[in-house]
């Protein structure tokens, strides 16, 4: 006698209602999978660029202005990038977070319009005591789905997005109250502790999170009351709900923290020099035109020092690398000391340093002079050669003279010694 495989189920557990809804999401998810699955191997068409659009458009009397849609795709995409960048000004913590707040939450609200579609649908077909419910779930679902969409695509900030998805979560609890309201199962109590036990997180800042926790907490004790529920454990899992979500959200920001400072630390490592201290070329970079706008302001030239250490490799051979280390430092340390408050002071190559700064000819001289006398005065030779210094300095107009064109006249200045 042959025996079948797999599992043998009874009758009446393939008749049950959880049994039917199971069976419905097996389905819905093998068709999707189905669809994706042929997507991919049919030709779509290449996608028409605008310009070609607008002149077809303009055919049939349709004016487009290309370039202010142009513009307006520029500018979506800046707000959604300029949440990541972590510029000299900007917080690196309220930069990241306000990354992912742009990125996640018309994703959330999206994915969340469409989890409640595919439950209303589900209900819909085996269980037609709420097949009105069904609908008004199913409205409200695509209604999440257009506002997700439309988060993704618009230009709001940071800020607003995370009371709109504060809105939309007491939204869900409300209208689940409804539901709760008009009879329906105890399956609304636990759809409103899933979205307060999970919607702070998403919003990444205390003030919509508070706010949208106190009123959920309150849908939520009218919901239970109008329900008839007496179990007091009900009442108090809205409160711990919320609470954990708190909870959620300051771990969640704590991480965040962590990953500002290590994007802090990360940051000076590549524009500050390991061995010296001072700035980096690509440290000093970015400073140059504020520099050279404070020079022009004051009505100063533009000043370039370079120092260079013409024997360091013979010393490090006569002493050691470490000892080649110390003397670069030492080196920066008193071009520091020395130079004018607000210099910029970077290690420019090996064994060059630059000093960049504005001010009169002869402030200058007089800077050079004591720079050049502080490196002479170190005392680091330990009775072998000594360090042997190169130094001088060009000025030219901000406003004309590029700072490639100075360090290039350095250069060449010190090549001619």
């Given at each position: 006698m042959m025996l079948p495989n797999g599992i043998v189920f009874s009758q009446d557990v393939l008749a049950a209602t959880w049994f039917q809804v199971l069976a419905a999401a097996v389905a819905f998810n093998s068709l999707v999978f189905l669809g994706m699955t042929v997507a991919k191997l049919i030709p779509w068409p290449q996608q028409f660029h605008p310009d070609w659009v607008a002149q077809r458009l303009a055919i049939v009397g349709v004016?487009?202005?290309v370039e202010n849609s142009k513009s307006e795709i520029r500018k979506r995409q800046k707000t959604q990038i300029s949440g990541g960048s972590l510029?000299?000004?900007e917080d690196p913590f309220n930069a990241i977070r306000d990354a992912i707040i742009i990125r996640d939450i018309p994703w959330v609200i999206s994915v969340s319009g469409i989890l409640a579609g595919l439950l209303s649908f589900a209900e819909f077909l085996f269980l037609s005591d709420t097949a009105?419910?069904?609908i008004f779930q199913f409205t409200e679902a695509v209604l999440w789905l257009?506002?997700?969409i439309w988060l993704g695509r618009s230009s709001v900030g940071a800020t607003a997005r995370s009371w709109i998805w504060a809105v939309v979560a007491?939204?869900?609890?409300?209208?689940?109250?409804?539901?709760?309201?008009?009879g329906v199962d105890e399956v609304v109590f636990t759809t409103s502790l899933i979205i307060m036990s999970v919607y702070a997180p998403l919003t990444m800042r205390?003030?919509?999170a508070i706010a949208g926790g106190l009123v959920m907490t309150v849908i939520y004790v009218i919901e239970a009351l109008s329900y008839g529920i007496t179990d007091i454990r009900w009442f108090l899992a809205g409160p711990i709900a919320v609470g954990c979500s708190l909870i959620l959200l300051k771990l969640r920001l704590i991480t965040v923290a962590t990953l500002a400072d290590d994007r802090v630390a990360m940051q000076k490592l590549a524009t500050t020099d390991a061995v010296t201290g001072v700035l980096t070329r690509r440290g000093l970079t970015p400073l140059i035109p504020s520099l050279a706008g404070s020079a022009h302001r004051v009505e100063q030239p533009v000043q370039v020092t370079v120092l260079r250490v013409d024997n360091v490799d013979q010393l490090a051979e006569s002493y050691s690398p470490k000892y080649r280390d110390e003397l670069l430092s030492a080196v920066a340390d008193s071009a520091r000391r020395t130079s004018n408050l607000g210099d910029l002071i970077a290690r420019w190559d090996s064994n060059t340093f630059l000093i960049l700064g504005f001010g009169t000819d002869?402030?200058?001289?007089?800077k050079l002079d004591r720079v050049v006398t502080a490196i002479g005065e170190l005392e680091l030779t330990l009775g072998k050669e000594s360090p042997q210094i190169s130094a001088t300095s060009v000025s030219g107009d901000p406003m004309s003279d590029t700072f490639d064109s100075l360090v290039m006249a350095a250069e060449n200045s010190l090549s001619s010694v």
């Open positions: 004016k487009i202005n510029s000299h000004e009105e419910d069904s257009i506002l997700g007491a939204a869900q609890v409300e209208s689940l109250a409804l539901l709760a309201s008009r205390w003030r919509p002869e402030a200058e001289r007089e």
